[in-house]
């Protein structure tokens, strides 16, 4: 049933924990746009998604931001000091946006769903399967939404991508080639406060790696890598200038049993979601093929190149290769004294950009803000898009999507976690090891080529 218009408007309200670079570019355009327009679905009427509090290591950008936005957001309270994200949920929040450095994800998502908050957190959720099952029992305790953000599934290019892929109209995928470049001011200034211990590859190509696990399936097999430095850090410290990663997943041929989702396709009389989803039932076939995929990671390039950030994909398939360019698809401009440094010779305008709109409004829009408004709607749908005593089912049909469900990231974070462990043993002196994933001895199990026993990271299968 269709809620009237003229029903009193629901709140929601947010808080978000940190105020960076991914903030500015896609947090505060949304809470701006849902501050001056508020969230109408005619399952749940309008909601109002008030910005309520945000907590911050010093609170400068949160003063800043306060005397730049004036009435486009609503007046939010901001927490700093020991113990900012505490102060946060104690005032009083629906819904919590974690959008700090990868390495502090995991405490500001936990302090969020033990207060029985919603919690969306940025890529990636977080570094190790211990992490993850945390949240996940947490989440599933407090009966509360536990997401992620993986804007690049969103993109229009990877969207189509898996419609070709989920309609048979590209086959069973044999290896694939992905590269994602940024410019040094990112790792060198914005970066710059947490950087030290970090890589490129769990920052940025954690997009990646959920790209091909959620597109194509399977069952995630065996992780390598490796990387340079001397750049952003020592040549010989533990910060990475960029990373090579290569999985590779294991598939059912066409003589053997199919692959069947865990997660099925839900159907009600409130909602119907296309759930899909990239985790699968480990029915060994009779015969099965392996697929490698390689992802290199920079965030050393040349401030002066061309692009914001140079986004490669190849795949290739039995009956068919899949190409995508950031660069090639878009627009070029030449601004004279501007590009290609203030001004990027080529953009991409799907992600996020300003827009001066055909009836004279401006508007800020992409699928790196698209994503984050999917979320709200989800939290909106849970806490009001019905009776309270089907609030179970509707929160049941939520958990059920795969693209964004922390449930659904096991493999992605086994991967993450296998490239940090990798890393390090590098920096330590011991290059060239290998993790397995679901071997005989664990669900995460390293091995180093100069000997010694393997050392089980995860016990539990993943």
């Not at 950087?195 to 069952?219: C, E, Q, S, W």
Request: net charge neutral; glycine share 8%; with cysteine.
């Amino acid at each position: 049933m269709k809620t009237p218009t003229t029903q009193a408007p629901h709140t929601l309200r947010a808080g978000m924990i940190g105020l960076g670079m991914i903030f500015d570019e896609t947090y505060r355009p949304l809470f701006e746009r849902v501050h001056a327009e508020g969230l109408y679905d005619h399952r749940f009427g309008v909601v109002e998604v008030p910005l309520a509090a945000v907590a911050s290591r010093t609170g400068s950008r949160a003063e800043k931001y306060r005397q730049a936005a004036g009435d486009r957001i609503a007046r939010f309270q901001s927490f700093t000091g020991p113990q900012p994200i505490d102060e946060l949920l104690k005032a009083g929040v629906d819904f919590v946006c974690v959008a700090t450095p990868d390495d502090r994800h995991f405490e500001g998502a936990r302090a969020a769903l033990a207060a029985g908050v919603h919690v969306l957190i940025e890529k990636p959720s977080v570094l190790s399967l211990d992490q993850l099952d945390e949240l996940l029992a947490l989440s599933r305790q407090k009966q509360v939404l536990a997401k992620v953000v993986y804007h690049k599934l969103l993109d229009p290019d990877h969207k189509k991508l898996r419609t070709f892929v989920a309609d048979g109209v590209l086959r069973h995928v044999n290896n694939g080639y992905c590269s994602l470049l940024e410019p040094r001011s990112i790792s060198g200034s914005q970066f710059a406060e947490w950087i030290t211990g970090r890589n490129p590859g769990t920052y940025v190509a954690v997009h990646y790696i959920k790209l091909i696990d959620y597109t194509f399936g399977g069952r995630l097999k065996t992780i390598t890598a490796t990387g340079q430095r001397g750049i952003v850090g020592p040549a010989d410290g533990p910060t990475w200038d960029s990373c090579q990663l290569r999985l590779v997943y294991e598939y059912d041929d066409d003589t053997g049993e199919k692959r069947t989702s865990n997660i099925e396709h839900r159907t009600s009389n409130v909602e119907v979601f296309d759930v899909g989803s990239s985790m699968f039932d480990v029915r060994r076939s009779k015969s099965c093929r392996e697929a490698a995929f390689d992802i290199h990671t920079s965030w050393v390039t040349p401030d002066n190149f061309p692009g914001y950030v140079e986004q490669e994909v190849q795949f290739r398939f039995d009956n068919g290769v899949w190409n995508g360019h950031s660069r090639k698809r878009g627009v070029e401009c030449t601004v004279e004294g501007k590009t290609p440094t203030e001004i990027k010779t080529t953009m991409n305008n799907h992600y996020n950009g300003v827009f001066l709109e055909p009836w004279g409004a401006r508007s800020q829009r992409g699928y790196g803000i698209e994503t984050l408004e999917r979320f709200v709607r989800e939290v909106a749908f849970v806490e009001h898009g019905g009776p309270k005593a089907e609030r179970p089912r509707r929160l049941e049909n939520m958990c059920g999507l795969a693209y964004n469900d922390l449930a659904a990231d096991r493999q992605t974070v086994a991967a993450v976690q296998a490239l940090e462990t990798i890393l390090d043993r590098q920096y330590r002196g011991h290059p060239d090891c290998v993790v397995r994933v679901n071997d005989e001895r664990g669900g995460l199990v390293l091995y180093d080529p100069a000997g010694g026993a393997p050392e089980v990271l995860h016990a539990p299968q993943v």
